[in-house]
């Protein structure tokens, strides 16, 4: 169970520094937002990410289910992930270090589930691959604000 609060962290850890390393230096990025609902409702907490060879973008639902990507998303075709995590709020602050260092895993062989989804993670396994990702979304050359999706906890 420890173990998988490690690999939770490490995703997010790899995700973090995918995303910091994938600036917008040389990459044209343009605007993105939309909603994403679970069961045709708003999904709160949900981080969406954005991806292509040359950049990542992210951004995290509101209440309402909308967001809009921080750091926008590359034009043309994107793949498209997402992730909920207990124990994060809606402004993307996750649970303290101290929380962190207690889940820290003992030794032993990690368990098949531990390595199919993160601890904590609220999304259905075939929403969350960061390794294959589920979803495609061709973003248009001027952006858009209707980047919608809509998944099933099924």
């Not at 962290?9 to 679970?38: E, F, P, R």
């Not at 979304?137 to 604000?145: A, I, K, L, N």
Request: glycine fraction near 12%.
């Amino acid at each position: 169970m420890q173990y998988r609060t490690l690999r939770c962290w490490t995703v997010l850890l790899v995700g973090l520094i995918v995303v910091a390393g994938c600036g917008t230096d040389g990459v044209k990025t343009v605007d993105v937002s939309g909603t994403v609902y679970l069961d045709d409702q708003p999904a709160a907490g949900v981080t969406v990410f954005f991806i292509t060879d040359d950049h990542t973008g992210t951004g995290k639902t509101g209440v309402d289910g909308k967001y809009t990507l921080d750091n926008g998303a590359q034009p043309g075709q994107n793949k498209v992930y997402f992730s909920k995590i207990a124990g994060s709020d809606l402004s993307g602050e996750a649970v303290d270090d101290g929380e962190m260092a207690a889940d820290m895993p003992d030794e032993g062989e990690p368990s098949e589930e531990s390595a199919a989804q993160p601890e904590g993670e609220q999304l259905p396994a075939k929403y969350t691959d960061p390794l294959n990702p589920p979803e495609t979304f061709t973003v248009p050359e001027g952006g858009t604000s209707s980047a919608d999706f809509r998944l099933t906890s099924e």
